[in-house]
């Protein structure tokens, strides 16, 4: 049997986004995206995570975006978003295939130990002023050495030297993946060593990034770093500040990419953004599609 770690390596994870029309859920949406999600090279897609607002959402809502991606995706993986032990278990009940574990600064190790129990999980490695925790080495280790643990997802936003600190601890495990969340230098961050992506970016243009992840495997550096040029414009376009508009901005992105209905990109939990915004992502999307032509 295929390990949930061979299923994510070398693949696009993308964090998705929920279409929300003013404070609700636009459930049709939310097929239409994962249908045309479940038809791009990903593989799976990650719910309930910043990206997905999944500590914001209700039990109900939850419940009902995990079973329109499993049932839009039943043979790729599906990654649920965990902040404590309630949601882990939603996940496992929704058929979810791994967690990813919400940082934690009481009892790190613990906590993904009990998380463990319920399903596979990733760790998370996030930048403190998104909510994140500065685990030291030790901590990493630790956790790493978890035997239900595939892997952890990084997201510093913009510190390299970070991400090389917890490369080089990858290293001491080398059955374990490290999965990059690094919007801002993905592909520098696959040079340094990152096997997957777990990324908000790739709730719109995925085949791009995926096509990146495929030139790195294969050693195709001329792909690669035109790939690499389009992934930084399309960041550098979308995770600005204010940063907690990324994910307007990436439902915006999907929109322009015919994924999601140009009215059902709310964000309620995020900052209001001016249309200019709007213009700038839409742009990107079509430039970015015909330099890939």
Not at 27 to 37: E, F, L, P
Not at 133 to 150: C, G, Q, W
Not at 217 to 234: A, G, H, T
Request: charged share 25%; with cysteine.
């Amino acid at each position: 049997m295929t390990s949930l770690a061979e299923r994510l390596d070398g693949g696009l994870i993308p964090a998705v986004p929920v279409p929300f029309r003013g404070d609700e859920m636009d459930a049709v949406a939310q097929r239409t995206y994962a249908g045309w999600m479940a038809r791009q090279p990903v593989a799976g897609v990650a719910v309930w995570a910043h990206t997905g607002r999944g500590p914001h959402l209700s039990a109900d809502v939850r419940r009902q975006v995990l079973d329109t991606w499993r049932e839009a995706m039943p043979d790729r993986v599906i990654v649920a978003g965990a902040r404590d032990i309630g949601m882990a278990i939603e996940a496992r009940r929704g058929k979810a295939d791994a967690l990813l574990a919400f940082p934690e600064r009481q009892d790190p190790i613990g906590y993904h130990r009990r998380l463990s129990r319920e399903l596979p999980v990733i760790a998370f490695y996030l930048y403190e002023a998104a909510g994140g925790v500065s685990y030291d080495d030790r901590t990493l280790h630790a956790i790493l050495e978890l035997p239900d643990v595939v892997g952890i997802k990084v997201a510093t936003l913009d510190s390299v030297m970070t991400f090389q600190r917890i490369a080089a601890v990858l290293r001491s495990h080398p059955s374990k993946l490290l999965i990059t969340g690094e919007d801002r230098f993905l592909g520098y961050s696959l040079l340094l060593g990152a096997r997957a992506a777990l990324i908000g970016m790739g709730a719109a243009l995925p085949d791009v990034q995926a096509d990146l992840l495929r030139a790195r495997v294969q050693e195709d550096w001329p792909r690669f770093i035109m790939l690499s040029e389009i992934c930084d414009r399309f960041a550098q376009t979308t995770f600005i500040e204010p940063m907690e508009g990324y994910i307007r901005r990436m439902l915006w992105a999907a929109a322009a990419e015919g994924a999601l209905p140009a009215d059902a990109c709310d964000d309620p939990w995020g900052p209001s953004l001016p249309n200019d915004e709007r213009d700038a992502v839409e742009r990107l999307v079509r430039d970015a599609r015909a330099t890939r032509a």
